[in-house]
């Protein structure tokens, strides 16, 4: 029995080894550097735009790091790699206190997509889209984080579709207003979800639209529990 236990510890050990991420990475982001030639690995060494991430494999652990008071335009970014939730992959922010939120902008349908398990988006500002701010995109994924940013500016805020075990806390969600869609305008939306906390989010100005045909709102449960 003893020697049953020590092997099963020690397949336990091997599994946990290869689980858990070594040697994890962190980019640096600064639309304030003149190109991408460096690597990202330092902000003096950020990249000037989204567009190397595209191209970069980023596993369990990593994150990517944005400056304060940055502004990207039609960068409408996907985190497609899956994190696990005691090392998610986390796009957030860098940079001395007192600057805005970076600033992620995008009209297309959505600004920041949502590709993969164990996601953690925080301390940005998102608008433009014309569908929502930030969304899952795909089904069946889990411990998504999205925290402490600004959403304003979209047709709709945030959201999450067949999404469990998540959270949407501490968001300011603003300016949220109809544009020609059969939706919206709506700060929160879940769709087909288990297990979601929605806690210390605020809503000003979710508007929809005056003709009645769009209702508008700060949070919409749909099939969700």
């Known amino acids: 029995c003893v020697d049953k236990c020590i092997q099963l510890g020690a397949v336990l050990l091997l599994l946990l080894t290869f689980a858990l991420p070594t040697g994890a990475r962190t980019y640096f982001v600064d639309s304030n550097q003149p190109n991408d030639t460096m690597d990202g690995m ?31 335009r039609n960068s409408q970014f996907v985190l497609r790699r899956h994190g696990i939730a005691v090392a998610p992959i986390v796009l957030s922010c860098y940079g001395p206190p007192g600057l805005r939120l970076p600033r992620i902008q995008d009209t297309s349908q ?80 879940l769709a087909q979800c288990e297990g979601i906390q929605v806690s210390d989010n605020t809503f000003r100005h979710c508007i929809g639209s005056d003709s009645g045909k769009s209702d508008g709102g700060a949070i919409e449960i749909f099939r969700s529990n």
Request: overall charge positive; glycine content about 12%.
């Open 110 to 189: 959505y600004a920041i997509g949502l590709q993969g398990n164990a996601l953690v988006v925080e301390s940005l500002s998102v608008s433009g889209a014309r569908r929502y701010a930030i969304s899952t995109l795909g089904g069946g994924l889990t411990d998504i984080e999205i925290r402490h940013n600004e959403i304003h500016g979209s047709t709709n805020g945030i959201l999450l579709s067949r999404a469990c075990r998540s959270m949407i806390v501490g968001n300011r969600i603003h300016s949220i207003t109809y544009n020609r869609s059969n939706i919206g305008a709506i700060g929160v939306t």
């Open 42 to 72: 330092s902000p003096s060494r950020a990249w000037s735009t989204l567009a190397p991430l595209r191209r970069t494999r980023l596993f369990s652990g990593y994150s990517v790091l944005l400056r304060l008071g940055g502004l990207w």
